[in-house]
């Protein structure tokens, strides 16, 4: 099971954009559904956005449609996760999940905040 590290978190004005990076310790290719969830202070962990492998295939929850973009760079194991006009209802921890297509097992980063001022 790899592990992953969240990086590329701060303080960003409304309507800015960020990019967080989500480093692999191994391969994900083949394997992994790289993911990128964020919990609000207060509020329950919800699913942002994820991508299959392979296929390339990328879902997004209503909020960020439009607005983030999920990448994976499989040859460097690095996924990725583009915010553009950022809301301040976007503030909270960003974490990154490798999930295990055949496991199903989840790999955790210890996430990494981002803050939306107006």
């Known amino acids: 099971q790899v592990q992953v590290a969240e990086s590329g978190g701060g303080l960003v004005q409304a309507g800015g954009s960020l990019r967080l990076t989500c480093a692999a310790t191994?391969?994900?290719?083949?394997?992994?559904?790289m993911g990128w969830y964020r919990q609000a202070p207060g509020k329950q962990r919800e699913l942002v956005a994820f991508i299959t492998p392979q296929t390339n295939n990328a879902r997004y929850v209503d909020s960020v449609r439009g607005r983030f973009t999920i990448a994976r760079d499989d040859a460097k194991n690095m996924a990725y996760l583009q915010m553009s006009d950022r809301r301040r209802e976007d503030t909270a921890v960003y974490y990154c999940?490798?999930?295990?297509?055949?496991?199903?097992?989840?790999?955790w980063g210890k996430g990494t905040q981002v803050t939306v001022s107006s």
């Open positions: 999940d490798a999930r295990n297509l055949w496991s199903r097992l989840d790999s």
């Open positions: 191994d391969r994900i290719g083949e394997n992994y559904i």
